[in-house]
Nanobody
């Protein structure tokens, strides 16, 4: 099993910054992908950014140039630096990890409980 614990959410004014952290524990395989999704009230959960264990990143168009995802493989931790925050970034942010035991096995995904980010105008 894998447990994901997020931290770093809170209230910030538009234009401000926040840094989210997510620590993974349990059985973590060397090759995996971690990331952040967000879900605003009444909307579906959407991908914000992902990063592979090799460091390849992917971002939603809405956050490119403002958010940076990074990770510490030794500590199984992923970070999301959020700059130039906008009111429309307000959402619950969920940490996500997907991994497979080997290339022939199906990947399994895990979610954290989420941390609320509120951006005031």
């Amino acid at each position: 099993q894998v447990q994901l614990v997020e931290s770093g959410g809170g209230l910030v004014q538009a234009g401000g910054s926040l840094r989210l952290s997510c620590a993974a524990s349990g059985t973590i395989f060397r090759l995996n992908i971690m990331g952040w999704y967000h879900q605003a009230p009444g909307e579906q959960r959407k991908m914000v950014a992902t990063i592979t264990s090799g460091g390849s990143t992917n971002y939603a168009d809405s956050v490119k140039g403002r958010f940076t995802i990074s990770r510490d493989n030794a500590k199984n931790t992923v970070f999301l630096q959020m700059n130039s925050l906008k009111p429309e970034d307000t959402a619950v942010y969920y940490c996500w990890l997907a991994q497979a035991a080997d290339p022939n096995s199906d990947a399994r995904g895990y979610w954290g409980r989420g941390t609320l980010v509120t951006v005031s105008s």
